[in-house]
């Protein structure tokens, strides 16, 4: 089935948070996430290719987010991610023109869409530090 013209992400929320501010592209944030290939008869689920959470389903008190700069993900995530609230957990689906490309990186094949499981935990404005952890 084709999704649109490739130029956009596409959001299942699963969960939404309490926060009220926005990340912007500048800002500082703190994630959960497991990012994975789309499922093939090898890997029904996808194959994982990149995670901060190790347990099966997001469980934030079994595990420690990562930080990150929004400006430095790909578009497809920055821009899930400027959409999104502290406490959302969202599932997004991202071709690959906002992806990684035509060309392979590391263990991601190039043309490949991608799968992100996404929890937002916190939001940093330039100047201001993400809490220690």
Not at 26 to 40: F, H, Q
Not at 54 to 67: E, F, R, V
Not at 82 to 104: E, Q
């Amino acid at each position: 089935k084709q999704w649109g013209n490739g130029s956009y992400v596409y959001c299942k929320v699963l969960n939404k948070g309490t926060g009220s501010a926005l990340p912007h592209f500048t800002d500082s944030i703190r994630i959960n996430y497991r990012v994975r290939l789309m499922p093939t008869d090898n890997y029904k689920e996808g194959q994982v290719i990149d995670r901060s959470f190790m347990t099966s389903s997001l469980d934030p008190k079994a595990n420690i987010p990562s930080s990150f700069k929004v400006s430095s993900l790909i578009e497809g995530a920055a821009t899930a991610i400027m959409n999104m609230h502290c406490g959302d957990f969202w599932i997004v689906y991202i071709p690959y023109g906002l992806g990684y490309g035509t060309s392979s990186k590391n263990n991601i094949p190039g043309y490949s869409t991608l799968i992100y499981e996404i929890n937002l935990t916190e939001i940093a404005v330039p100047g201001q530090n993400l809490s220690k952890r």
